[in-house]
Structure formats: structure tokens, C-alpha cells
């Protein structure tokens, strides 16, 4: 009999965000080691950004269709192994293939998979664990993408200032031994069943749902809002104070990285004392603060200060749209968190982009690149004010809650099935 607890599936799960944060943080840190030994053109270094993205958009999608009929257990194992495969083959495919590039593209589509599948699965494998405090779990859960990233950045700095970064083979190794492990402990720990086992609304009710396309408005701009300032951090830090790229990266996104992880960490100690949208609507309105601090302060270090509000505040916004997002259509299913992780990694892309372009087009200015970017808080902020009713529960499509924010029967009967007997979800 298993005798592993539900504390050890939301451990698990907390380790699969690392390892989205290895697989996402990893690689960039060597692009101009890439760009040196293997004489790669910057461009196509670049593109292996949109291959790591492009195909977990991919797996977003696919995922909202397959995932509950091949089960949890064999898709979340399936995808740490593909993400530990991928960083080995990441440091041995350029030296064996004649073109050092297609090794690299190639490790990248498979740990990319994996990324793809792990983003789609930990959130409802959390959700569906029978605790109460579900809003303060899915926060905490998020948090560990922000812990993964500093680590990733932090410890792989350290290594290549002792070991060199010559020897970066070995370090992705050693990156791909966390993603192997998990892989093994997901093997065991117990899964439940997502909703209580009742029938998912599924694509089709999900988007004849008029709330369903709030969520994934408020999704994109979560999206836009963190990566919008996360992937342009470091060039802002570097360009405004003057300092080296690593400076940059410890000042510019490690820093941003730990204001979310604390933020994400202290609504998980007080999210189930707050409402969700008026927590929400905080992290917004923190987040336009934050942005006009970088746009408009006149002192280089008071927009470095910007990037560290606008990190805390917009620590809310992703696992709060997920736990907001659940609680109003508790039978959206895996589908619902598919499609919604769809729209956030589609927010990842749009927001530093629209940085980007706007900062070309004005002679590199990334301050007026940002103050663009300024219209993610801006648009979420008021969505969530002027649309209280419709993500609300005026529809009649929202089943289960009443207007005080009760628990709903979906998440009652996981509890009370906990209470009894542990209920596991299938591995078929």
C-alpha cells in the first residue's frame, strides 16, 4: 500500500517547476558560449528562445485533448524524463553532429516537451490535491519557478567561476539529474482525481463560456506583464547603471526572480483571507506602479526599484488567474488549465516583443519600450474592475459557488473522499 501523503505530490509537483525554471533559464545563460565555439550566428542562437516556446505553445494546446485520456501519471513522468534527455543531449549533441546547431535545436525541441507537458500538469495535479487552502497552495507552487530561477542563474554563475564555463557539459548533467529523480518519485507518490472525478466541461463549454475568455485576456497580460520586464531586465540594469552583464543579471532578473518568489510566497501564507480579484486587482495596480517608476524616473537606480515592484506585484497574477479561474469553473478540467498556460506562455511572447519593436523603433530606448509594455497592467486592471459580474457568478454556464466564495462541491467531494479513503486518479 502506498503510504506516500498528499504533501508529497505537491512536492513533486514543486520540483517539476524547477525544472521548468532549469529548462527555461539554462541555455540562455550560454548563448555567447554557443555564439564563440561553435561560430553560431546570434540570430539563430536567438531562435532557440522561440523553439522553447513555440513548441510548449504547441503542447499547451495538444495537451487540453489528450492529457486526461492518457493519464496524468504517464504524461508528468513522460515529461521529466524528456526535460533530463534534452539537457544531456544538450551538452553531448553539438560536439557529436556536424552542425553544432542542429544538436542544439534538437535538444531544445525535447526538453521543450517536456517543459510544455510539466506547465500544463502541475496545476491541476495540485489542485485536485483534497487541501483547503487551495488559492495559498497555487501560489506557493508558482513560487518555485521563481526559487528555480535564481538557483539556475545563481549556482551556474558560481560554477562558472570556479569550474570555468568551459565545463559547462558538466553542469548540464548536473542540471539533468533533478528532472530524472522527479521523474522516478512521480512514479509513486498518489494522484487524485481533478474536480472529484466529475465530468469536465471540456473545449466546447469552456469557450461558449463568455467568463472563459476573461481568464484568458487576464492570462495574456499576466503573461506580459512578468516576462516583459523579466527578459529585459538585464539590458535594462546594464544600460542604465552602466554595469557588466553579470551585475546586470544578478541586479536585473535574479532580483526581479526573488521579489516574485516572496510575493508568491506571502499570498500563499494570507491568500485564502483575501479575495482573489481584489488581490488581483493590488498586483495590477502595483504592477502600473512599478512600470511608470521605470519609465519615468529620472535616477537609473529608482528604475531598477521599478523592476523589483513590478516583480512583486505581478507574483499574484499568474497562479491567482489559475486559482481564480478554478474556483469560478471548478469543472473546467485539464482542458481549462491547458488552454489558460496557453494563453499565459502567449502573454510571455507578446509582452517582451512589444518591449523590443517599440524600443527599436524609437533608437533602442528600452524606457520607451517599457512604457509601451505599460499597457499589460493597464488592460488587466481594468477587466477586473469593470468586469466583476461577469467573472462573477451572474452566468448561468458558472456552476457550483455562491457569491460568498464557498468551496465548491467539486472540491468538497475531493476532500471528503480524502477523508475517507484516498482516492487516486487513473494511470491508464
Not at 523553439?51 to 489528450?66: E, M, R, T, W, Y
Not at 549556482?155 to 558538466?170: P, R
Request: aromatic share 10%.
Amino acid at each position: 500500500m502506498n503510504k506516500l501523503k498528499p504533501g508529497h505530490t505537491v512536492l513533486a509537483c514543486f520540483t517539476g517547476y524547477i525544472t521548468q525554471a532549469i529548462i527555461v533559464n539554462f541555455a540562455p545563460l550560454l548563448f555567447l558560449t554557443f555564439h564563440e565555439n561553435y561560430h553560431i550566428s546570434l540570430s539563430l542562437i536567438g531562435a532557440m528562445i522561440t523553439v522553447n516556446f513555440g513548441i510548449q505553445l504547441l503542447i499547451d494546446l495538444l495537451a487540453s485533448k489528450f492529457a486526461d485520456k492518457i493519464g496524468y501519471r504517464k504524461l508528468i513522468v513522460t515529461a521529466h524524463i524528456l526535460s533530463g534527455v534534452g539537457l544531456i543531449l544538450l551538452a553531448i549533441l553539438p560536439e557529436l553532429m556536424p552542425f553544432a546547431a542542429a544538436g542544439l535545436f534538437i535538444a531544445t525541441a525535447v526538453y521543450a516537451v517536456g517543459g510544455g507537458l510539466i506547465e500544463v500538469l502541475v496545476s491541476p495535479i495540485v489542485e485536485s490535491c483534497p487541501y483547503k487552502n487551495k488559492k495559498s497552495m497555487m501560489s506557493l507552487l508558482h513560487s518555485f519557478y521563481s526559487w528555480g530561477q535564481v538557483g539556475v542563474v545563481a549556482l551556474s554563475t558560481l560554477f562558472f567561476g570556479v569550474a570555468g564555463v568551459e565545463k559547462w557539459q558538466i553542469l548540464a548533467f548536473i542540471w539533468a539529474v533533478i528532472p530524472l529523480a522527479n521523474a522516478v518519485y512521480f512514479l509513486f507518490v498518489p494522484l487524485y482525481k481533478l474536480n472529484g472525478g466529475a465530468e469536465s466541461m471540456g473545449i466546447r463549454g469552456l469557450v461558449k463560456t463568455g467568463s472563459f475568455w476573461l481568464f484568458v485576456l487576464l492570462m495574456i497580460c499576466a503573461g506580459s506583464c512578468e516576462q516583459a520586464i523579466s527578459q529585459w531586465a538585464s539590458a535594462f540594469t546594464e544600460a542604465g547603471l552602466g554595469v557588466s552583464k553579470t551585475i546586470g543579471d544578478l541586479l536585473g532578473p535574479c532580483m526581479f526572480a526573488i521579489m516574485m518568489g516572496i510575493s508568491r510566497v506571502l499570498f500563499s501564507k494570507t491568500g485564502e483571507k483575501l479575495k482573489i480579484q481584489n488581490a488581483l486587482l493590488v498586483g495590477a495596480a502595483g504592477c502600473i506602479a512599478g512600470y511608470c517608476l521605470c519609465v519615468f524616473s529620472p535616477i537609473a537606480w529608482l528604475g531598477l526599484v521599478g523592476c523589483g515592484i513590478i516583480g512583486f506585484f505581478v507574483g499574484v497574477m499568474w497562479p491567482g488567474v489559475f486559482s481564480y479561474a478554478s474556483s469560478r469553473l471548478p469543472a473546467g478540467g485539464t482542458a481549462m488549465f491547458a488552454l489558460l498556460a496557453l494563453a499565459g506562455d502567449l502573454g510571455c511572447s507578446l509582452g517582451p516583443s512589444v518591449v523590443g519593436s517599440m524600443a527599436d523603433l524609437f533608437g533602442g530606448d528600452l524606457q520607451i519600450g517599457i512604457a509601451f509594455g505599460l499597457a499589460f497592467p493597464l488592460i488587466m486592471f481594468f477587466v477586473l474592475l469593470f468586469s466583476r459580474k461577469a467573472l462573477g457568478l451572474t452566468s448561468s454556464s458558472l456552476p457550483i459557488e455562491d457569491q460568498n466564495n464557498t468551496v465548491s462541491d467539486g472540491e468538497k467531494s475531493v476532500m471528503n473522499e480524502d477523508v475517507k479513503k484516498e482516492e487516486k486518479i487513473s494511470d491508464e
